[in-house]
């Protein structure tokens, strides 16, 4: 009977267990529903999307709106080939890229292998300043700085033409693609630098023949991602680039890019409902399409490519 008396009442010990675990409960509830929240916010866009591209390719062909170059559907004679769009956007990623990923990635280098810990304290952040520069500045700064600027050397270069556009925003995405970069080989072991340092090799070589394989898979998707950055671009083309939808690869004359058709669009001008006004969901849903691909590409490079240390 002693041994009845002197044990805890029955539940009490489950009780306090339950009550302990609550907020734990709490927070991974809470947790979930974010992340339940982003996922709806997803299907939620996919599906006005594909809602309003679906009515719009009950009146136009999605045959002549893929393979067409005459983008139109503001004029009197409306086309729809939207090809002229993609090689806009097409042009201006390129071009940008040309300018981020070797300065990127020979910042990367610079920052990881060659620069002391104060200088890399102080670069890297200041570097980092640049994406957080709003675009819109950015766009500005390609019309009234960068535009005069190539004018002064060719004057066949138009007021908006597609290489200010790009030389900027290769600036503006420049920071991604040093910083995860560098984070990519600041990642590889100091074993494999200490071992091709004992082979003899010279820092430059080991640098390049060494971490920065061995930080491809890093690297690599730190490009994709920052080709798919470009790609989404806005305002940096809308402002600088011009409204003139072209199917040209001359980076001198005003073009178009599937963002900045859907900003020119979506100013109030078009009636809603009409056929000019779903076309945007049609250049939309074509845009979400590629950088999903973009995304899906780096995510396989990085699992295919991954080198594991232990």
Known sequence: MARNVLSPPLGKGS?????????????????????????????????????????????????????????????????????????????????????????????????????????????????????????????????????????????????????????????????????????????VPRTLREGAYALGSTKLEVSTLVVVPAALSGIVSAFILAVSRAIGETMIVTIAAGQNPNFTLNPFVPIETMTAYIVQVSMGDTPAGSIEFKTIFAVALLLFAITLVMNLLSQYVVSRFREEYE
Not at 110 to 124: C, G, H, Q
Not at 141 to 153: D, E, K, N, Q, S
């Open 15 to 187: 009780k306090a267990k339950w009550r302990k675990m609550l907020p734990e409960r709490a927070i991974a509830v809470f947790l979930f529903l974010c992340s339940f929240l982003s996922i709806l916010t997803t299907v939620g866009i996919v599906a006005v999307l594909l809602f309003e591209a679906i009515s719009f390719f009950t009146e136009v062909s999605f045959l002549e709106f893929i393979t067409g170059t005459r983008w139109t559907p503001l004029f009197s004679s409306k086309q729809f080939g939207v090809l002229a769009l993609v090689a806009g956007t097409t042009l201006t990623a390129v071009l940008a890229m040309m300018v981020a990923l070797p300065l990127g990635l020979l910042s990367a280098i610079y920052l990881s292998e060659y620069a002391p810990s104060r200088v890399r304290n102080t670069v890297k952040p200041i570097l980092e300043i640049l994406a957080g520069i709003p675009t819109v500045v950015y766009g500005y700064f390609a019309l009234l700085f960068v535009t005069p600027l190539l004018r002064g050397i060719s004057e066949d270069i138009s007021v908006f033409n597609a290489l200010s556009a790009a030389i900027v925003m290769g600036l503006m995405i420049l920071p991604m693609v040093s910083s995860l970069s560098e984070d990519a080989m600041r990642a």
